[in-house]
Protein backbone atom coordinates (compact mmCIF):
# COMPACT_ATOMS: atom_id res chain seq x y z
CA UNK A 1 0.00 0.00 0.00
CA UNK A 2 1.44 3.39 -0.74
CA UNK A 3 0.35 6.42 1.32
CA UNK A 4 0.47 9.52 -1.13
CA UNK A 5 1.41 12.19 1.59
CA UNK A 6 5.11 10.22 2.02
CA UNK A 7 5.70 9.52 -1.67
CA UNK A 8 8.36 12.01 -1.31
CA UNK A 9 10.05 10.77 2.06
CA UNK A 10 14.18 9.35 1.69
CA UNK A 11 14.08 5.72 0.77
CA UNK A 12 17.63 5.24 0.77
CA UNK A 13 19.73 3.77 3.64
CA UNK A 14 22.81 5.84 2.67
CA UNK A 15 22.82 9.83 3.82
CA UNK A 16 23.66 11.49 0.77
CA UNK A 17 25.49 14.92 0.84
CA UNK A 18 23.08 17.79 -1.12
CA UNK A 19 25.44 20.38 -2.94
CA UNK A 20 27.51 20.97 -5.95
CA UNK A 21 30.51 19.21 -5.79
CA UNK A 22 33.13 19.50 -8.67
CA UNK A 23 34.06 16.18 -10.40
CA UNK A 24 36.37 15.15 -12.99
CA UNK A 25 34.30 12.04 -14.88
CA UNK A 26 35.73 9.54 -17.38
CA UNK A 27 33.81 7.17 -19.53
CA UNK A 28 32.76 5.98 -22.50
CA UNK A 29 29.27 7.89 -24.71
CA UNK A 30 26.97 5.55 -26.10
CA UNK A 31 28.73 6.45 -29.67
CA UNK A 32 31.44 4.31 -28.02
CA UNK A 33 33.58 7.94 -27.92
CA UNK A 34 35.97 8.15 -24.95
CA UNK A 35 35.45 11.19 -22.55
CA UNK A 36 36.90 12.88 -19.97
CA UNK A 37 35.45 16.27 -18.75
CA UNK A 38 34.65 18.32 -15.54
CA UNK A 39 31.39 18.87 -14.47
CA UNK A 40 29.11 18.68 -10.88
CA UNK A 41 27.86 15.89 -8.97
CA UNK A 42 24.16 17.41 -6.96
CA UNK A 43 24.52 14.85 -4.41
CA UNK A 44 26.83 11.81 -3.40
CA UNK A 45 26.83 9.25 -0.91
CA UNK A 46 29.00 6.28 0.78
CA UNK A 47 27.27 4.11 -2.34
CA UNK A 48 26.91 6.63 -5.61
CA UNK A 49 26.92 9.86 -6.65
CA UNK A 50 24.02 11.62 -9.52
CA UNK A 51 25.39 14.10 -11.80
CA UNK A 52 24.66 15.57 -15.61
CA UNK A 53 26.62 15.37 -18.41
CA UNK A 54 25.94 16.38 -22.03
CA UNK A 55 26.21 13.09 -23.32
CA UNK A 56 23.81 9.63 -24.02
CA UNK A 57 24.97 7.02 -21.82
CA UNK A 58 23.80 3.90 -20.95
CA UNK A 59 22.60 2.00 -17.60
CA UNK A 60 25.03 -0.65 -16.99
CA UNK A 61 28.07 1.26 -18.38
CA UNK A 62 31.45 2.16 -16.50
CA UNK A 63 32.84 5.68 -15.27
CA UNK A 64 35.60 6.47 -13.08
CA UNK A 65 35.14 9.84 -10.71
CA UNK A 66 37.39 11.85 -9.08
CA UNK A 67 34.91 14.37 -6.48
CA UNK A 68 36.50 17.13 -4.91
CA UNK A 69 34.21 16.72 -1.18
CA UNK A 70 33.81 19.53 1.24
CA UNK A 71 36.98 20.16 3.19
CA UNK A 72 39.24 19.37 0.46
CA UNK A 73 39.57 15.61 0.37
CA UNK A 74 38.41 14.05 -2.71
CA UNK A 75 36.88 10.81 -3.54
CA UNK A 76 38.27 8.60 -6.23
CA UNK A 77 35.53 5.89 -7.39
CA UNK A 78 34.65 3.18 -10.15
CA UNK A 79 31.25 2.32 -10.97
CA UNK A 80 28.46 2.04 -13.04
CA UNK A 81 25.16 3.92 -14.37
CA UNK A 82 22.19 2.59 -12.28
CA UNK A 83 19.73 5.15 -13.90
CA UNK A 84 19.76 7.39 -16.98
CA UNK A 85 17.37 10.61 -18.26
CA UNK A 86 16.93 13.02 -20.32
CA UNK A 87 17.38 16.72 -18.78
CA UNK A 88 16.47 20.27 -19.98
CA UNK A 89 19.34 21.61 -22.81
CA UNK A 90 20.80 17.98 -24.16
CA UNK A 91 22.07 17.08 -20.62
CA UNK A 92 21.20 13.16 -19.79
CA UNK A 93 21.27 12.95 -15.78
CA UNK A 94 23.43 10.25 -14.75
CA UNK A 95 23.15 8.44 -11.47
CA UNK A 96 26.16 6.36 -10.76
CA UNK A 97 26.88 2.94 -8.27
CA UNK A 98 29.98 2.50 -6.97
CA UNK A 99 31.84 -0.98 -7.54
CA UNK A 100 35.19 0.81 -6.06
CA UNK A 101 35.90 4.24 -4.08
CA UNK A 102 39.07 5.22 -2.22
CA UNK A 103 39.09 8.44 -0.18
CA UNK A 104 42.08 10.69 -0.95
CA UNK A 105 42.91 12.53 2.49
CA UNK A 106 44.44 16.33 2.33
CA UNK A 107 47.87 16.24 3.18
CA UNK A 108 48.48 18.51 5.65
CA UNK A 109 51.82 20.91 5.21
CA UNK A 110 51.96 21.36 8.96
Given at each position: MTDSN???VERRAEKRLKGIFPVRVRGI???GQLFE?????DNI????????LP?????????????????G???AARGRIVRE??????LSGIAVSFSHRRLIPIISTD
Open positions: HSDTASMHTLASEGGLYLQYALHVGMSLFALVRLPGASLEAKQMG
